[in-house]
């Protein structure tokens, strides 16, 4: 296991290094995004003019105050509380946002399956989970709303922040083929199997 601080956008080569139970930190631009933005973006045909390549994508539809653009806001939003959702649902988004958009890091809660450990394998991606709850820490990573594309479906609009020290994440799925969910669950699974052995329980 090792830990990484990670300046974005990322190569392909740095994203290749990591490893399942690898740590990794971010640092100075992160993308919000979730169910309606890629929806809309996959299928319904809209374009966004942000360039992605190579950047990382959070799973989230943040709690944010129009506060009127300025210096310190120059979306015209402040962060009030920006959390992590679960990515299930988004399975299918991965390969189009890796293909078409160069998006190298997935962050969420609850991981992803089989088509995204397969484009993350062989476009180069990772996914980095989040502990549920933790939105409030999370909010203090940020220090910034940027920009703000594909507004209208605000709270699920393309979020650009800036951040600072978002992390440390933990690598629960790789570019080779590694996945913690995967390991768990067979762990779990031969575990529970000895149980009923030792029960006397046939299986």
Not at 16 to 42: E, S
Not at 138 to 146: K, S, V, Y
Request: proline share 3%.
């Amino acid at each position: 296991m090792a830990h990484y601080e990670i300046h974005m956008p990322a190569s392909e080569e740095q994203i290749r290094k990591l490893r399942v139970n690898d740590t990794v930190t971010l640092h100075d631009t992160l993308f919000g995004i979730r169910d309606a933005t890629q929806i809309h973006m996959f299928d319904h045909g809209r374009k966004t003019r942000f360039d992605m390549r190579g950047h990382a994508v959070v799973h989230t539809a943040p709690n944010v105050k129009w506060v009127g653009e300025t210096m310190e806001h120059p979306s015209g939003y402040a962060p009030i509380c920006i959390g992590t959702t679960t990515s299930a649902r988004m399975e299918r988004f991965t390969q189009p946002l890796m293909a078409q958009y160069g998006v190298r890091i997935i962050i969420g809660k609850g991981g992803l399956f089989a088509a995204s450990a397969k484009a993350f394998k062989d476009i180069g991606g990772v996914y980095l989970a989040i502990i549920g709850g933790t939105a409030a820490l999370e909010t203090t990573w940020i220090e910034q709303i940027e920009e703000v594309d594909l507004d209208d479906l605000n709270p699920e609009s393309l979020w650009k922040f800036r951040i600072k020290g978002f992390g440390p994440l933990l690598v629960a799925m790789d570019s080779h083929g590694g996945s913690l969910y995967t390991e768990v669950n067979a762990a779990a699974k031969d575990k529970r199997a000895g149980v009923l052995a030792a029960l006397g329980v046939k299986s």
